[in-house]
């Protein structure tokens, strides 16, 4: 068994392989692919006439691109040379996928909050997505490279800080470490800004099923009934909702047996497909109407559908990603959002759906909130991506070698200086990218639907 110290030597020794300040020299490969066609590759196998809202909201900013071509920055990412310190990736860790939900405890938790994209990978590359996100939503609310270069290295300081502090943890300190939203707020000084939090993290504890039924719902027939909005929410036909019953079968079979139990007290009541996220748009995504006790008593869960993860086509497979990965994408999911999150939604589960495509279950609304980026102050831009990159380095330390990796990072500056070089440079490539996208649809090449 290797010691601690030769654990941080091996990250030391990686920066033989790429240096910490060789992260801030990118520049687009010469050969690299281009990025419309690696969207509308994308969007192959997805429900065709959904794609023209995927690509109209990528279009209304360039964050918003930057949220949708997670395909097109794992790309650019592998044409670089990594590290080959490898943790468990969110793989999409962008600034809107973090944010607040209800541990088992009803606890509400700060974490990363999307999987979709998850698989093992250089811990680098989930640091420069998020740090690059900053620095798009910090040029998209009209902040200058100052400040969106500040806001990044915030980021990247933010992750190195906690790492080096989970280096020196033992293994169930790290893997029992929390962000408790109750622990964040004697951190915020401000008034004005700490009144904002809590209203927030108020809105975010009502967000529940039976909030949603009211939302959400409507009585038709002497019945509850999802309110069909196309083509956002769509109605079932009878034979779909036949077929969703099998699946959610099956999907209740990957529960743990007490979870199992406790759903079997809940009747399937209805269900419809709904679009969702914006880079998701297009994949089947169905949400699920369930009763317990009596009508005041409701469930909403979610069973979307789980591809490959943009990062497969990039990284070697181990023999666990293998089993796990290509099987399943949504056993994929699952298991990665239970190794990166503190805690993790007690209906987490997977399942073959129709056509045998690959799915994993959730609840829809447990609690669940965010942090509105664009209304945020230079100053509080710095503080929250400060918070998410110690959130990312949390999950990261689960699931890798946090030694090496501190190891990697050393007590200098020095990584989080050229990520924040690397971030702005980015920033750049995803502004001409998302030009472009704005031009091919202004040109017929793409059709999308705005605001929708």
Known sequence: ????????RTGRTARERVSRSEHGRWIPAADRPDPLGVLEAQGADRVARLLPIRYGRMADSAFSYLRGAAAVMAADLAAVPDTGLTVQLCGDAH??????????ERALLFDVNDFDETHPGPFEWDVKRLAASVAVAARDAGQDDRCARRAARAA???????MRRL??????????SRIDTADLLPLIRKKGRRKAVEEGLAHARRRTSL?????LTEERDGRRRIISSPPLVEELSKSELRSLGLVFSDYRASLAEDRRVLLGRYRFVDAAMKVVGVGSVGTRCYIVLLEGRDSSDPLFL??????RSVLEDHLPRTRVDAEVAVHHGGRRVVTGQHLMQAASDIFLGWTIGPAGRHFYGRQLRDMKGAVEVGALTPSGLRAYADLCGRTLARAHARTGDRLAVAGYLGAADTFAEA????????ADRTAADHRELVEAIESGRITAARGV
């Open 1 to 8: 068994m290797t010691t601690p110290a030769e654990r941080r």
């Open 95 to 104: 600034l809107v996928n973090f944010g607040v939900y209800a541990s088992p």
């Open 156 to 162: 990247v300081q933010g992750y190195a800080t906690a």
């Open 167 to 176: 280096a020196g943890l033992g293994e169930l300190d790290v893997w029992y």
């Open 211 to 215: 909030q949603a039924l009211g939302k």
């Open 302 to 307: 979610q069973l979307k559908e789980a591809g």
């Open 419 to 426: 990520v924040a070089d690397f971030a702005l440079r980015y």
